[in-house]
C-alpha cells in the first residue's frame, strides 16, 4: 500500500520491481551475503520459516511510518492547524501542551498489534516531539501565520512513492518539505527519512555546534543522496487516467491543429478517434517537483526517533558521494547480470556453501533461508 502526496489516497498500482530497477533498499544488498544476494536477486525466492520474526521486527517500523503519514493526513482532513495555533509555545516541546496535542493525534491512528509495544510508542513520542521543534522553527522564522504552518511545517509530500524509468529507480520517500529559508541557503527543499531503529552512538555522543559536522554512517549517507538523484528525476502518481493507443501500442495525442495522431508511428488519424482505437486505463504520472533541477537543489536530513530524544542529521548532497552511488548502482547491475546470464559463475552446490563474508555456517541466516527453502 502507497499512501499518496497530500491527499494521503491509498493505491495498490505500486509492483515490487526486481533487479536491474535499484530502489534505496537494494542498494545496499551488494554488501550483504552472497548467498542472500543470490537468493534474492537471482532466483527471488521467498523464504519460508522466518515470516514471524521478520513480522514482529517490522512492527515498529513499517506501523510508525504509517502513523506518521496519517498523522499529516489527520491534520489536513479535520483542519487542526486551526487548533494547534491557540496553544502557547513552551521552552520544553517534550513537556508543552503542544507535544502533548501532536501525539494524541498519533495515538488515535495506532494498530493494535503495535499498542503498548514500548519501542514503537518512545518512535512515536519522538516523532511528536520533532514536530514541535519544527513548529517553532517556523513560527521563530515568519511568524505565527496559518499560511505558512500550511507552506513548512506541513509536508509538501508524505508517503511518496516516485519513479524513474530511464535510469530504472525507484522508492518511497518519507517526507519532502518547501525550504522556509530558501533565500539563506538557496536550497529549495528539505527531504527527510526516518528511522525507528537504534541511534548510532558517533550520533548520541555528539556534541559540537554545527548539526551538519555530525558523522552518518556511510550506507545511510548514501541512501539520502539516493532519495535526493530519485526526487529531482522522477515522476509521482496522481491517479489513474483513460488513453488511447494505436495498434502500435503508441499513445494517441490531439494535435494543436485538432487532429489526432500516434506519438509512435506518427499516424494521422484524423479529427476524430477511430471506432477501433484502444482505451486503456493507466497511472497518470507527473513531475515529481518542477521546483528543482539537480539533487544539490535538496537539503537532506536523518532523523533517528529510536533514541531517548529525536536525534537530527542534516546533511548537503556533494558529489563524491552520488559517484559513489552512481558506482554501486553500475557494481550491482553488473553482478546480477553475470549471474543471471551465467549460472556457472556461481557455485550451486548450497550443501557445501558457507557464507563468504560472515563465514558462520551454523548461526548465518542465509543458511536458516536454505534450509527453509528445502523443506
Known amino acids: 500500500m502507497v499512501i499518496m502526496m497530500e491527499t494521503g489516497q491509498t493505491v495498490d498500482y505500486y509492483k515490487y520491481r526486481p533487479l536491474p530497477w535499484i530502489s534505496k533498499s537494494r542498494l545496499q544488498s551488494n554488501d550483504f551475503c552472497e548467498f542472500n544476494f543470490y537468493l534474492g536477486e537471482i532466483q527471488q525466492a521467498t523464504p519460508r520459516g522466518l515470516d514471524d520474526e521478520m513480522e514482529e521486527k517490522g512492527i515498529v517500523g513499517t506501523n510508525s511510518h504509517l502513523v506518521m503519514a496519517k498523522f499529516w493526513e489527520k491534520v489536513k482532513e479535520q483542519n487542526l492547524v486551526d487548533k494547534f495555533m491557540e496553544i502557547k509555545l513552551e521552552d520544553n516541546p517534550k513537556n508543552s501542551q503542544l507535544y502533548w496535542a501532536f501525539y494524541s493525534v498519533c495515538e488515535d491512528l495506532i494498530p493494535k498489534e503495535a499498542k503498548g509495544v514500548p519501542e514503537f510508542m518512545n518512535v512515536l513520542s519522538n516523532f511528536a516531539e520533532f514536530q514541535v521543534m519544527n513548529w517553532t522553527a517556523?513560527?521563530?522564522?515568519?511568524?505565527?501565520?496559518?499560511?505558512?504552518?500550511?507552506?513548512?511545517?506541513?509536508?509538501?509530500?508524505?508517503?511518496?512513492?516516485?519513479?524513474?524509468?530511464?535510469?530504472?529507480?525507484?522508492?518511497?520517500?518519507?517526507?519532502?518539505?518547501?525550504?522556509?529559508?530558501?533565500?539563506?541557503?538557496?536550497?529549495?527543499?528539505?527531504?527527510?527519512?526516518?528511522?525507528?531503529?537504534?541511534?548510532?552512538?558517533?550520533?548520541?555522543?555528539?556534541?559540537?555546534?554545527?548539526?551538519?559536522?555530525?558523522?552518518?554512517?556511510?550506507?545511510?549517507?548514501?541512501?539520502?543522496?539516493?532519495?535526493?538523484?530519485?526526487?529531482?528525476?522522477?515522476?509521482?502518481?496522481?491517479?489513474?487516467?483513460?488513453?488511447?493507443?494505436?495498434?502500435?501500442?503508441?499513445?494517441?495525442?490531439?494535435?494543436?491543429?485538432?487532429?489526432?495522431?500516434?506519438?509512435?508511428?506518427?499516424?494521422?488519424?484524423?479529427?476524430?478517434?477511430?471506432?477501433?482505437?484502444?482505451?486503456?486505463?493507466?497511472?497518470?504520472?507527473?513531475?515529481?517537483?518542477?521546483?528543482?533541477?539537480?539533487?544539490?537543489?535538496?537539503?537532506?536530513?536523518?532523523?533517528?526517533?529510536?533514541?531517548?530524544?529525536?536525534?537530527?542529521?542534516?546533511?548537503?548532497?556533494?558529489?563524491?558521494?552520488?559517484?559513489?552511488?552512481?558506482?554501486?548502482?553500475?557494481?550491482?547491475?553488473?553482478?546480477?547480470?553475470?549471474?543471471?546470464?551465467?549460472?556457472?559463475?556461481?557455485?550451486?552446490n548450497l550443501s557445501d556453501f558457507v557464507c563468504p563474508k560472515c563465514y558462520q555456517a551454523a548461526t548465518c541466516t542465509e543458511v536458516r533461508m536454505r534450509e527453509a527453502l528445502s523443506e
Request: with cysteine.
Open 138 to 348: 517556523v513560527t521563530r522564522m515568519i511568524g505565527k501565520n496559518k499560511t505558512a504552518y500550511l507552506n513548512y511545517w506541513m509536508p509538501d509530500g508524505y508517503e511518496l512513492f516516485l519513479e524513474n524509468r530511464e535510469q530504472m529507480i525507484f522508492g518511497t520517500m518519507d517526507v519532502c518539505y518547501k525550504n522556509p529559508n530558501v533565500a539563506y541557503d538557496k536550497h529549495t527543499r528539505l527531504i527527510i527519512d526516518y528511522k525507528s531503529g537504534n541511534v548510532p552512538k558517533a550520533i548520541r555522543e555528539f556534541a559540537g555546534q554545527n548539526p551538519f559536522s555530525q558523522k552518518l554512517p556511510t550506507n545511510k549517507l548514501e541512501e539520502l543522496h539516493f532519495y535526493a538523484w530519485l526526487a529531482a528525476t522522477s515522476s509521482k502518481y496522481e491517479g489513474l487516467e483513460e488513453v488511447y493507443t494505436c495498434n502500435c501500442k503508441g499513445r494517441i495525442v490531439l494535435r494543436e491543429d485538432q487532429q489526432y495522431t500516434c506519438q509512435k508511428c506518427n499516424a494521422v488519424l484524423g479529427f476524430e478517434l477511430p471506432s477501433n482505437v484502444n482505451k486503456e486505463v493507466v497511472p497518470k504520472r507527473t513531475r515529481a517537483f518542477t521546483d528543482v533541477s539537480t539533487y544539490k537543489d535538496f537539503l537532506i536530513c536523518m532523523i533517528f526517533l529510536g533514541g531517548d530524544r529525536p536525534y537530527v542529521v542534516p546533511k548537503t548532497p556533494n558529489d563524491g558521494t552520488m559517484q559513489n552511488v552512481l558506482t554501486k548502482i553500475d557494481a550491482l547491475r553488473n553482478k546480477w547480470a553475470e549471474q543471471k546470464d551465467n549460472p556457472a559463475s556461481w557455485k550451486k
